[in-house]
């Protein structure tokens, strides 16, 4: 059962342009969001995060929007660059309901492609 | 720093042998987990520890086993590798619950492939 769900497995967007990528999750334990963003041959890298007790978190070009309601959350890449071209995964964890659970749960990512 | 750091970066085994997964973080951190990553299944979760000396299982510990005999290192080892367990395996590091800046840190990757 897929808690952490990813339905867009690619994307491709202009250079400058804005970048939305969605997840949608199912367990409503899960109550800290997190981005990564993964560069072939690389480990995933820490990108932004979100709590529940917000609905956004903006951080340079990078916003998370969170919609605890419909259990769904964004990231916006504005504007889009070259260098953002990479694979980017959304996780979850219960982080507070479940004090010490440091255990993420990923979804199986999107392959963004900026195109210059 | 090195940060998290895997050994070794690729291997090929043959079914039936052992092999182990070397896992070292330099960032004083607590918590380290070791997961692995197979096309269109995202990072499942293979088994973490939250201190030395501690371990757990994750979403997918069978075929497994580790070790955290030192804090710094956490160590991944297979005892008879089946082509199933053919995949990239990353290990990650974070420092420990309750602070707002904790996040995981991941190393580069082990591409194992079983045959």
């Known amino acids: 059962d897929q808690q952490v769900k990813q339905n867009s497995p690619s994307l491709s967007v202009q250079e400058g342009r804005i970048s939305i990528l969605n997840c949608d999750y199912t367990?409503?334990?899960?109550?800290?969001f997190l981005w990564y963003k993964k560069y072939p041959a690389e480990g995933p890298t820490f990108l932004i995060s979100?709590?529940?007790?917000?609905d956004k978190n903006e951080d340079g070009r990078f916003t998370v929007f969170l919609n605890k309601s419909a259990k769904h959350l964004s990231l916006h890449i504005v504007p889009s660059q070259p260098g953002d071209s990479a694979v980017y995964f959304c996780?979850?964890?219960?982080?507070?309901?479940?004090?010490?659970?440091?255990?993420?749960?990923f979804g199986t990512g999107t392959r963004l492609t900026i195109i210059p | 720093n090195a940060g998290v750091t895997q050994t070794p970066k690729f291997r090929v085994l043959k079914t039936g042998q052992s092999m182990t997964l070397l896992c070292a973080q330099d960032?004083?951190?607590?918590?380290m987990y070791w997961y692995r990553q197979d096309p269109g299944m995202g990072l499942r979760l293979i088994h973490y520890?939250?201190?030395?000396?501690?371990?757990a299982k994750g979403e997918v510990p069978d075929g497994y086993n580790v070790s955290r005999l030192k804090k710094q290192n956490f160590l991944l080892g297979l005892e008879s590798a089946a082509p199933s367990q053919t995949s990239v395996y990353f290990c990650?590091?974070?420092?420990?619950?309750?602070?707002?800046?904790?996040?995981?840190?991941f190393g580069p990757g082990t591409r194992l492939t079983v045959l």
């Open positions: 990650a590091s974070s420092y420990r619950p309750g602070f707002s800046t904790d996040t995981q840190y």
């Open positions: 367990n409503s334990m899960f109550d800290y």
């Open positions: 979100i709590s529940s007790i917000k």
């Open positions: 996780a979850a964890s219960e982080r507070f309901t479940n004090f010490g659970n440091e255990k993420l749960t």
């Open positions: 960032m004083n951190h607590e918590y």
């Open positions: 520890s939250v201190g030395e000396g501690t371990t």
